[in-house]
């Protein structure tokens, strides 16, 4: 644990740190999950939405986006790939994950909303479903070459 803000303020003993890291875990979940319950009380509640629910919204958000960012620059996702060609290979695989996910989500919104009739319906539905797969690719592919970085600097060792 030594690329993390967090070490610093953890006891030096590694079953004390286990179990610490554990119990903020446990509670990040937790207070995820009481965060969700909490937005969807105030959205359909008589009150209507507020402003506390957005708050709730944007701090749950947070959690999720922080620790997704953390785990893909981390470059633990890809252990097995430390060679070259491995690499390429994977990359090939996002790749076609990426494509075969947008059809997924074109096919989807046009069951759901019902397939669109003119270009002024047809453009958001692809924008959006464009730049979502897009998105996965270079989270994918960041995580990718973290990855095989990472490798590469423990096999050099």
């Known amino acids: 644990m030594e690329n993390s ?4 303020f953890l006891p030096k003993d590694e079953y004390k740190e286990k179990r610490i890291l554990y119990f903020i875990a446990e509670s ?11 937005v ?12 506390t629910g957005t708050v709730a919204l944007l701090s749950l958000g ?11 620059l981390s470059g633990i996702e890809y252990t097995e790939v430390t060679t070259e060609k491995r690499y390429i290979k ?6 076609n994950r990426s494509f075969i996910f947008l059809i997924i989500l074109i096919i989807a919104y046009a069951l ?3 397939i669109p009739s003119n270009f002024t319906e047809i453009f ?20 990718l ?13």
Do not use: C, H, Q
């Open 5 to 8: 803000w967090l070490s610093k």
């Open 28 to 38: 990040s979940i937790i207070l995820a999950t009481m965060l969700f319950i909490f």
């Open 40 to 51: 969807l009380l105030n959205n359909y509640s008589l009150y209507g939405n507020s402003n």
């Open 62 to 72: 947070f959690i999720v986006a922080y620790i997704l960012l953390r785990y893909i």
């Open 90 to 95: 994977e990359k090939k695989a996002i790749i």
């Open 112 to 114: 759901i909303d019902g």
């Open 124 to 143: 958001p539905l692809f924008s959006s479903a464009f730049f979502i797969a897009v998105f996965m690719y270079f989270v994918s592919y960041t995580s």
């Open 145 to 157: 070459k973290r990855s095989f970085k990472k490798n590469k600097d423990i096999l050099d060792d």
